[in-house]
């Protein structure tokens, strides 16, 4: 993705040597951001969920150019009865 173009950026004068310090100032920026991948391969994700009454245990695995592993355990709560004060 390119932005291809001129957008004026407005930013805080932080030079304490000019004159327009601590103002507003607007700097016309071409091209401000470049984005690109080359990332054409193969990616696989899977995972799994347990839930053993108020506990669940979950887990996930990603196969691409970077592997990882994601592990969690969760514990429900709920409140039989509505709090009241």
Do not use: C, W
Request: no cysteine; hydrophobic share 40%; charged share 15%.
């Amino acid at each position: 993705m390119k932005t291809a173009g001129i957008y004026p950026m407005t930013f805080l004068e932080t030079d304490q040597t000019s004159a327009n310090f601590g103002q507003k100032i607007i700097v016309n920026m071409q091209d401000p951001a470049l984005l690109k991948s080359e990332l054409n391969f193969m990616k696989y994700t899977g995972g799994l969920r347990l839930k053993l009454g108020v506990f669940t245990l979950s887990g996930e695995y990603n196969y691409g150019k970077i592997n990882t592993l994601s592990i969690g355990l969760g514990i429900h709560v709920q409140s039989i009865a509505p709090f009241k004060i």
